[in-house]
Every structure is written in C-alpha cells, then in structure tokens.
C-alpha cells in the first residue's frame, strides 16, 4: 500500500498548474465578483489553495485516515467492557439515506419511522434493565450518570428529604465520583475486600439518612461479579437510599440477570460497550439510562411516546423533568445502531453474546 512515512501538508505538496479536474471553459459571460460579493468580503488577494492532482489528494487523506488508531486495522484493547466487534451490517442501516438523511428539526409527522424505532429501543432497554422508565438523550456513560443523578436529586427534593452523599467503591471508574460531585452531592469512598469486592462492613458503616445514592458496578471494574449486590440492595432501600447500576460492563450480564430485579433502582448504557455503537475515534455516543417507575417523572424530556392512534410523539409535557441534557432527543445515530444489533440479537443472541463475553475476557 502506498504510504508516506511523513505526511506532508497539502500546502507543501503544492505545485503550480496542477489540478485535479480539467473542466470546459464558461460559455457564459463572466461577472465581477464585487457584482456578487460585497466589496468588504472580498479579499484583495486569492485564498491560495494549494494545487494538486486528484491522486495526490486521495493519496494524502487515505495515507492520513490510516493513521488513526481504529477497529479495522486492530485490535482496539480498552477495558474489560469494550465491545470489541461492531457489525459492518449495523454501520450500513445507519447509513440508509431514511435514517442518516433524518433532521431533529424535521415535523414529527415527517419522523414517525424513526420514532417508532425509538420507542421500541425504550422498550428493550426497559426489558434488558428491568427497569420500565428510560431516557435515552444522554451522550455518553458519564452523561448517563450525571444524568440519571440529577433525577435522584430532584426526586429526594420533591420529597424534601436532605440528602447529601453518594456511595462509590474504590474500584469504581472515575467519572462514578465526578458525576456525584457535578450533580452536587459529596463522594464517599467505601472499601473494597482484599477479594475485589465491596467491603459490606465499610459500606454499612458509611450508609446513613444523609446516604442518597450507592454507585455499583457489577461485574466491576477488575471484572469480578459482586454477589452481594441484593444484600446491598436490601440495606439501601432499607434507610430510603437508591442503588444506581454502572452498566459498563452490561456485555457480562446480558440476558443473564437484570440489574431491577439485582436491586438496582437506576442505571445507564454504554450502547458503544453494549450494544454496537462506535468507539473511538471521539465520535458521539450514547448513554441511556433506565430508571424505577418512581424516578420516570424526573427524566431529560422529551421521550418518546405513543399516542392512543398508535403514532408516535416526542412527550414534553412533564412538569417534573430535570429538562434538557442534550439538544434535540438523543444521538440517533448511536443509539439506532444499538437497536439493530440487539433486533438482530434477539433475547437467546443477547444472551449468548454475554456468554462469549465472559469467556472471552476469560
Ligand atoms: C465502569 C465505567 N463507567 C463509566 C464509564 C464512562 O462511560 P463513557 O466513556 O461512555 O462516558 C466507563 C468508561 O470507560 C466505565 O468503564
């Protein structure tokens, strides 16, 4: 393949005269440019673009796109919970001209394909969490829990109860504690076992009134399931606390075991972890998070619902919202890769997915 050691900028590998198409010459009058630009906008001299041949150009930004660490050339190792295969299949529905042509600010009567598919991912992802109430505008796993936080807080505030700290493990991914603290409440770190799981002892110790939210990721962060997530579950709800579900690592428990019915009140996706979306590269993500029926009125309007005709909407009306966190209602993109790779899944696909995941990391 050709390959340049150095990539050299278009500029420098500019010559005179050269170019990269040879087009007729007008056979229309010519008209000065201060006739369609006004004189202020025009500069006295011409941008100097650099001149090259069509190949020269291919050359330099494939030579360049190589260059760039991605899932088709290698391995991409971050992180017991990266996905590590992204179907080609998925890549080109999202490219289908009804899903990437789509614009947020189209009307609604306009996107009812998209919005149907919207609200059956909300389903799924309810189904998977075994949590009934989701949002799906977050734009990342870090965004997810700031998120699904600013719903804690503003549920204990309805309440009017006080409560001030958020429980997080010493194995836990960092944005855990910076989540906590953007949303405003104090970290506080609980112990893990010599094992690598949650020292109970220490967590009890820690868990009082003030106590709002227990952040837990299961399997963790050094990829060892806590057994002891419905005990800590149990001791939650017990002193009026929730236990919020990192699903970073969702690609272990697929259709295994359901953080709802582990105990865990809130949650959120990494869809490019999960379910297919695209790592790297700093593209955008997703983060969906799903919640106990009881949080669902706190969550980033709008989501989408279904009216009673059986057509979709974008819901906004819900006094109760933290409002926005993103423009428009989620990265579509993203999130519609997630739902056909959990479609072509299928509940027993999802599952054996979770298997090979295990065994892989293994
Ligand atoms: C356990 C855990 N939680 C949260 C995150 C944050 O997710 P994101 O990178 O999508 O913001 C990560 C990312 O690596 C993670 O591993």
Redesign the pocket.
């Known amino acids: 393949m050709y390959k340049l050691n150095t990539p050299s900028l278009l500029f420098e590998s500019s010559r005179p005269g050269r170019s990269t198409a040879i087009v007729p010459g007008s056979d229309v009058p010519e008209r000065p440019l201060d006739s369609l630009i006004p004189t202020e906008h025009l500069s006295p001299t011409a941008p100097g673009l650099p001149e090259l041949g069509e190949l020269d150009i291919v050359r330099h930004y494939t030579n360049l796109s190589s260059l760039n660490m991605s899932i088709d050339g290698n391995f991409y190792p971050l992180?017991s919970?990266t996905m590590k295969y992204n179907p080609k299949r998925n890549e080109r529905l999202a490219g289908l001209p009804g899903v990437s042509g789509l614009h947020p600010y189209q009307d609604e009567s306009t996107l009812q394909g998209m919005l149907a598919i919207l609200f059956e991912l909300q389903e799924m992802l309810a189904e998977i969490a075994g949590l009934p109430e989701i949002s799906l505008q977050p734009a990342?796993?870090?965004?997810g829990?700031l998120t699904a936080l600013l719903c804690a807080a503003a549920y204990y505030r309805d309440k009017g109860e006080k409560r001030t700290k958020v429980l997080v493990p010493d194995s836990a991914?960092g944005?855990?504690p910076a989540s906590a603290n953007l949303a405003g409440f104090q970290a506080v770190t609980i112990k893990s076992t010599d094992k690598g799981l949650v020292d109970v002892a220490d967590f009890e110790a820690h868990l009082d009134d003030e106590t709002a939210v227990f952040m837990m990721?299961n399997p963790n962060?050094v990829g060892l399931f806590d057994p002891q997530i419905k005990k800590i579950a149990d001791l939650l709800h017990a002193r009026g606390a929730l236990l919020y579900l990192?699903g970073?690592?969702m690609n272990a428990i697929l259709g295994q075991v359901r953080p709802g019915d582990m105990g865990a009140d809130l949650m959120h996706y990494?869809p490019?972890k999960t379910f297919s979306g695209p790592h790297g590269g700093g593209g955008p993500?997703a983060?969906p998070i799903a919640v106990r029926d009881f949080l669902g009125p706190y969550l980033p309007a709008p989501v989408v619902a279904r009216n009673t005709d059986g057509s979709y909407r974008l819901d906004s009306d819900r006094p109760k919202s933290i409002g926005r966190v993103r423009a428009y209602f989620g990265n579509v993109g993203v999130l519609f890769r997630a739902y056909c790779y959990i479609k072509s899944q299928g509940p027993d696909g999802l599952k054996a997915v979770s298997d090979h995941a295990v065994l892989n990391a293994n």
């Not at 990342?140 to 965004?143: L, P, R, V």
């Open positions: 992180g919970c990342a796993g870090a965004h829990e991914h944005t855990n990721t962060t990192d970073a690592n990494n490019h993500g983060g």
